[in-house]
């Protein structure tokens, strides 16, 4: 039997709260806290497209992931690595897997996550509370009847999930990280559709049935996630 760090059990997520609305000036905004780790949403409307979606009557979401050099124990630099990259594009897909594009216009979402606090699943997170500060942007463009009445098409969330010692485990702290032979990040929709799975051995092989365990798992999680969302926004549709 595994005690885990802080005291749950394996199929238990980290305390979750978010705080919508959390900046004054953005169309969207969310702060994000899953247990130790606390990410900071926010979601930008800029009339432009990029270059490549030029007359196709349809509008773009795109993210950018960065991580405040303390947000660790150790000091990180403030350039964005191969890491922060991959990161943001995850986010980005996530997003764009519930959105309908055309209903948003020709315009762009932009989401920035800055990690304000580190201990494991910051992208998990990040993709968490950008749905929500994502929701609030397209709400603001619906208000002023800029966009479509159902841009969004699903609610989405993410969480980590791993095994140790060949135990799966929901919603990974860092210490929990570091020793997990297989980790993995899971997206899905709230109608229960995977949007993006990564996962890796970090020593043995796991099987199709350790697989089907994990995502079982995240399913659980994400649900709740999800959950949590709908009590905060009040509502499935936008």
């Not at 705080?19 to 130790?36: T, V």
């Not at 630099?77 to 519930?98: D, F, H, P, T, W």
């Not at 079982?216 to 709908?230: H, M, P, Y």
Request: a positive charge; charged letters at 25%; one cysteine or more.
């Amino acid at each position: 039997m595994i005690e885990r760090p802080d005291g749950r059990s394996a199929e238990q997520l980290r305390p979750v709260r978010i705080a919508r609305r959390y900046l004054p000036h953005a169309e969207g905004s969310a702060l994000i806290k899953m247990g130790h780790t606390q990410v900071l949403c926010t979601a930008t409307v800029e009339e432009t497209i990029p270059s490549f979606l030029r007359g196709r009557g349809q509008g773009w979401v795109t993210a950018e992931y960065a991580m405040l050099p303390r947000a660790t124990q150790e000091r990180t630099s403030r350039r964005a690595g191969g890491r922060s990259m991959e990161i943001q594009r995850l986010i980005g897909r996530s997003l764009r897997a519930v959105i309908d594009l055309e209903q948003l216009g020709e315009r762009t979402v932009i989401l920035d996550c800055d990690v304000l606090q580190a201990d494991g699943g910051t992208r998990s997170a990040a993709i968490t509370g950008a749905f929500v500060a994502l929701y609030d942007a397209v709400r603001w463009l619906q208000k002023r009847h800029l966009a479509g009445r159902e841009v969004i098409r699903d609610f989405m969330a993410a969480v980590s999930v791993g095994q140790i010692s060949g135990r799966p485990l929901l919603d990974l702290c860092y210490q929990e990280d570091q020793l997990a032979g297989v980790d993995m990040n899971v997206v899905m929709t709230g109608s229960g559709k995977f949007i993006e799975i990564q996962g890796t051995a970090e020593e043995e092989p796991f099987s199709k049935r350790q697989l089907d365990d994990l995502l079982s798992l995240a399913r659980k999680g994400i649900l709740e996630l999800v959950s949590t969302q709908n009590k905060l926004l009040g509502t499935r549709k936008t």
